[in-house]
C-alpha cells in the first residue's frame, strides 16, 4: 500500500528563519511528487511536480527537491504570508490518483 | 492548468436532508475527482467521476450516499444524501489530465455543517 508521511505536523517560524518540511513516500514506482499549498478554507493551490530523483524546483521563497524515498520543500526567508498547510501527495506505477500526506501547518510570525 | 469553480461554498443543512454541490472546469480535462476534507485531515478520495458511466467509488464510499453524475467533460455534481452530523466537511472537486501522472487541479471547495 502506498504511503506518504509529512513532518513535522506543525512548524512554527520567526519571519526570515529559514527551514525545511519533509514528506516520505512508499510507493511502488515513484510516477510523480507533488506539492500543495492549501489556505484555511480554501482548496489546496499547486505548487510543484517533481519526477526523478535529483530534480529541483523553485518559485519564490520555496525550492522543492527530491530523492528515491523522501521530498523536501525548503522555505528561505519566509514571510507571514507563507503561513498555510503544504500538502505533499505521490503518484505511483499502479494509479494515476496521488496517495496525499496529512500535511504540515506552517506559521510564520512576523 | 484547469480554473475550477464549486457552488455552493459553504452551506448549513439539517440532518436528513440532501446537498448537491456543483463543480464547474473551465477547460474539458478529463478526469474529474471528488475528495472529502475533514477538519484537520488530509485528503480522502470518496469518487471519480467518469463522464457518460457510474462513477467509480473509493472503499466505504458508496453511490446511494455519495450520487455522482458528470454529464460532460468540464461539469460534474455531488449529492451527500440523507446527511448527519458527521457528514460536516469540506468537500473538494479536482481535475486531471486523462492518463497521466500530472498534478490534480482543485476547486475551492465547499464547506458543509450538518446540524
Known amino acids: 500500500e502506498d504511503q506518504v508521511t509529512q513532518s513535522p505536523e506543525a512548524l512554527r517560524l520567526q519571519e526570515g528563519e529559514s527551514s525545511s518540511l519533509n514528506c516520505s513516500y512508499t510507493?511502488?514506482?515513484?510516477?510523480?511528487l507533488f506539492w500543495y499549498r492549501q489556505d484555511p478554507g480554501k482548496g489546496p493551490e499547486f505548487l510543484f511536480t517533481?519526477?526523478?530523483a535529483g530534480e529541483e524546483k523553485e518559485k519564490e521563497r520555496l525550492k522543492a527537491t527530491l530523492t528515491k524515498k523522501e521530498s523536501f520543500l525548503h522555505i528561505t526567508a519566509p514571510k507571514p504570508e507563507d503561513s498555510a498547510t503544504y500538502l505533499c501527495?505521490?503518484?505511483?506505477?499502479?494509479?494515476?490518483?496521488?496517495?496525499f500526506g496529512r500535511g504540515t501547518s506552517l506559521i510564520v510570525h512576523p | 492548468s484547469a480554473v475550477i469553480s464549486q457552488k455552493p461554498s459553504r452551506d448549513i443543512c439539517q440532518r436528513g436532508t440532501s446537498l448537491t454541490i456543483q463543480c464547474q472546469v473551465d477547460?474539458?480535462?478529463?478526469?474529474m475527482f471528488w475528495y472529502r476534507q475533514q477538519p484537520g485531515q488530509s485528503l480522502t478520495l470518496i469518487a471519480t467521476?467518469?463522464?457518460?458511466?457510474?462513477?467509480?467509488?473509493e472503499s466505504g464510499f458508496v453511490i446511494d450516499k455519495f450520487p455522482i453524475s458528470r454529464p460532460n467533460l468540464t461539469f460534474s455534481t455531488l449529492t451527500v444524501s440523507n446527511m448527519s452530523p458527521e457528514d460536516s466537511s469540506i468537500y473538494l472537486c479536482?481535475?486531471?489530465?486523462?492518463?497521466?501522472?500530472?498534478?490534480?487541479?482543485f476547486g475551492p471547495g465547499t464547506r458543509l455543517t450538518v446540524l
Open positions: 477547460s474539458q480535462v478529463t478526469m
Open positions: 517533481l519526477y526523478s
Open positions: 510507493v511502488s514506482g515513484l510516477r510523480g
Open positions: 479536482s481535475s486531471q489530465r486523462e492518463s497521466s501522472y500530472n498534478e490534480q487541479f
Open positions: 501527495a505521490a503518484t505511483s506505477g499502479g494509479s494515476y490518483i496521488p496517495t
Open positions: 467521476a467518469n463522464q457518460g458511466s457510474e462513477a467509480t467509488y
